[in-house]
């Protein structure tokens, strides 16, 4: 679900920046909550949602077994009005297919609180219990949580062992093996001799050795010394390393062979040259292979065109495209031109590129310079806008659109086109509160909606404000005991 016209008054930061904290709620909800919980949260749209996860790289898990329901409006106001009052368990029972968790993370995201305040009795009786009862036996006595027993005492300043007097039980222990804890040797600091070594030995000789000659001294300690001094190894070529450049320094890039000994490509290129290995300097284009590269360019591929000319393809493309005959080459034959009007009104573009080795973007490219143009939009028949005026305002988008086989975007721009507004729920008369308390408890929702001419939801949530809930819940928990 997206935002309407009518919820630009619920978008608080519309058109103002991301700030850090919205980008760390972002980073920690973004996989784990549903599209409209997060419009909810962050008061945007969720194109704008999706673009700037996409560039903080955020990606959801897949879970193909199991798709997250997600919350419509009508159940979003119901959690708004019965979550500071009600118990969680009933609702998640007056919401279908909602489980606790659902409800408490749907709550936490759309920031709700529980009007559930501690009493002066209660404050006292917690100051009085606090130091004889467990966390478990004080939450069983106060019917709440540990973690709002233990904040609460944490507020009022309550601690099970005092500080300062040896009074709790168990005091000498605690300090006897405090007193038994090695303590940390001190720092040693390092004198101007190791000093003076350091910077001497680091750029010629192994940790290890340095690690032995300062016997007081670690690995570890040894390099943060020298990246404190500012100091840089200088590794030594082996007899295998200097094979290799003598090895592969024509047929790879100093770049490549740069990371293939682990080196800097300015330590590979000053060592080759003090081996005295020279690279030959690249081939010069006549101009009988440029006049034969211009004739055979549209009629050959370039890896023909390198083999006749004995050079590499990556040096044919360069030399293409420096005498500019990128964009002359045509890559469309008469059968892939044959192949694409055949089958262009029945088959996709994807496939047709598939089927053809050529990229999507040339094909339809290709398709346009033909005037070969898809329409875009399926036009509306007459019998479709009979079907959508008689189903308006006795089902949802959702429902037209299945039955016509259309997006709900498609739908709800005809219903626009043709002036169709949803209409607004009508207002329940006395006669129909007396109806719903007479039935509320006795025959299903969905019964007694259909007498009512409501809808399910509607019927839940007038339920609830008139405090019919718990009156059904009494009657099912009686049936369940006879």
Known sequence: ??????????????????????????????????????????????????????????????NKTRRRKLWSDLEIKLLRELYPHTPVDEIADQLIGR???????????????????????????????????????????????KRAVKSKARRLGLRRRPRGDGNFAGHDEVI????????????????????????????????????????????GSIESKAYELGLARKRAWTAEEDTQI?????CLTWKELARRLDRSIAG?????????????????????????????????????????LDRTVVAVLSRAHNLGLCGKRNWWTERDEAFLRKHWRDRSFSWIAQQLDHPVGTVQ???RKLGLRKQRHRPWTQHEIQILKSMHGHATAAKIALRLKRSIGSVNSQMGALGLTTPRPSKWTLQEKERLKTLYGHYPLKEIATQLGRSVCAVRIKSSESGLARRENALVSAAVDD
């Open 1 to 62: 679900m997206h935002f309407n016209e009518k919820d630009k008054k619920e978008r608080p930061r519309h058109g103002h920046p991301w700030s850090d904290k919205e980008l760390a709620d972002l980073r920690r909800l973004y996989p784990c909550r549903t599209n409209r919980a997060l419009e909810l949260h962050f008061g945007c749209s969720w194109n704008a949602i999706l673009r700037k996860a996409t560039q903080l790289g955020l990606k959801r898990p897949r």
């Open 176 to 219: 006897a093996a405090r007193q038994r804890k090695p303590k940390r040797p001190p720092r040693h600091p390092w004198s101007e001799e190791e000093v003076k070594f350091l910077k001497h030995a680091y750029r010629t000789r192994p940790l290890e050795q340095i690690a032995e000659d300062l016997s007081n001294r670690s690995r």
């Open 246 to 250: 003598r090895q592969y320094y024509l």
């Open 268 to 308: 590979v290129q000053r060592r080759a040259a003090a081996l005295g290995l020279k690279r030959t300097p690249p081939r010069v284009w006549t101009d009988h292979e440029k006049e034969f590269l211009r004739e055979h360019w549209s009629k050959l591929d370039a890896e023909e065109l390198a083999k006749q």
């Open 365 to 367: 490219s290709y398709a």
């Open 99 to 145: 489980s606790l968790a659902a409800v408490g993370g749907m709550a936490h995201i759309l920031g709700l609180r529980r009007v559930n305040a501690w009493t002066d009795e209660e404050t006292a009786s917690l100051r009085r219990l606090w130091p004889d009862k467990t966390l478990s036996e004080l939450a069983g006595i106060f019917k709440r949580s």
